[in-house]
């Protein structure tokens, strides 16, 4: 288990189609797309990003040096990836951190301020990027910290990543063991972003879980992914290309239809004890190619 401190190493614009001549200039609204356009994220677009929290060095490379220059770096990195596809890059930022210690309301995670997620919202927009708020729950409510964050949400460029290891039940901590999640819980939570989505005539919203080991997620066959979500789950082992390739086909062989796949890169932790980063040509060679390829 990869644990620092109180958290874990590896945690729009408004558009539409031209009215009609019949319609009046004032009264015709534009639909609101994705970044770099259209409403649909998959099979269109493959997502390439970093994740982490700014002024934690150990939560992800997102959260050190300058944040325009980290975007433009997932761009340059993202160029490999394209592969018939338009990369759309992607900032993980960690918007509920998972904390060791209780904290005032017993629910071992702590929020980032919304300066925090308005700065790196920004940046995304600079960039025509998207936005991704990870969620480490501790013993919080997965749910309940997605509806906090709805004020978010509402926009075309944000979407939601849960980290289901740090989502403990009652009596457990983060770090001590993993936590867990259920395909029944996922499906809630996907089924309340549809339902922001069709409220608000957003694009497609992401929906990525990450998954660390098979026992993260339980009764994953039940997950279902409702219309106006593009649920993700995203294989997060650690190890050399040949361990990490072993993780990912434990994961995606039982994944129920309607899901996309991810996979996670470690630029420290998959270089250790004589391993390697795996190169964007072995990754794009998984099976299925993952939609969504994470650096932490």
Do not use: C
């Given at each position: 288990m990869r644990h620092v401190g109180h958290a874990r190493r590896g945690a729009g614009r408004s558009t539409t189609a031209r009215p009609s001549p019949a319609a009046s200039p004032r009264?015709?609204?534009?639909?609101?797309?994705?970044?770099?356009?259209?409403?649909?994220?998959?099979?269109?677009?493959?997502l390439v990003g970093y994740c982490g929290l700014p002024g934690a060095a150990a939560l992800g490379r997102l959260g050190t040096?300058?944040?325009?220059?980290?975007?433009a770096e997932i761009e340059r990195r993202g160029r490999a990836y394209a592969d018939g596809r338009q990369v759309l890059p992607v900032l993980e930022l960690l918007a509920?951190?998972?904390?060791?210690?209780?904290?005032?309301d017993g629910a071992y995670r702590s929020r980032t301020p919304d300066a925090t997620v308005r700065a790196f919202h920004e940046a995304a927009r600079r960039h025509r990027a998207l936005l991704l708020l990870n969620i480490q729950p501790g013993r919080a409510s997965a749910l309940d910290e997605v509806r906090a964050l709805e004020p978010w949400l509402?926009?075309?460029?944000?979407?939601?990543?849960?980290?289901p290891e740090w989502e403990m039940g009652p009596g457990e901590k983060p770090g001590?063991?993993?936590?867990?999640?259920?395909g029944a819980e996922l499906t809630r939570i996907a089924a309340r972003l549809a339902a922001l989505v069709e409220r608000?005539?957003?694009p497609e919203k992401v929906f990525v879980h990450h998954q660390v080991a098979e026992s993260v997620v339980r009764d994953g066959q039940r997950i279902t992914?409702?219309?106006?979500?593009?649920?993700?789950?995203?294989?997060?082992?650690?190890?050399?290309?040949?361990?990490?390739?072993?993780?990912?086909?434990?994961?995606?062989?039982?994944?129920?239809?309607?899901l996309h796949t991810g996979f996670k890169l470690f630029f420290e932790e998959d270089a250790r004890d004589g391993g390697r980063l795996m190169t964007p040509d072995e990754v794009l060679g998984l099976t299925p190619r993952p939609s969504y390829v994470m650096y932490e």
């Open positions: 009264t015709a609204r534009r639909r609101a797309e994705l970044p770099r356009g259209g409403r649909r994220v998959f099979p269109e677009h493959r040096g300058d944040l325009d220059d980290r975007v509920v951190v998972a904390n060791s210690a209780p904290g005032p509402v926009h075309p460029d944000v979407g939601i990543a849960l980290d001590d063991t993993y936590g867990h999640t259920s608000h005539d957003l992914a409702p219309a106006g979500v593009a649920m993700v789950k995203s294989a997060d082992g650690i190890g050399t290309p040949r361990l990490k390739r072993q993780t990912w086909e434990r994961l995606v062989d039982p994944m129920p239809r309607g």
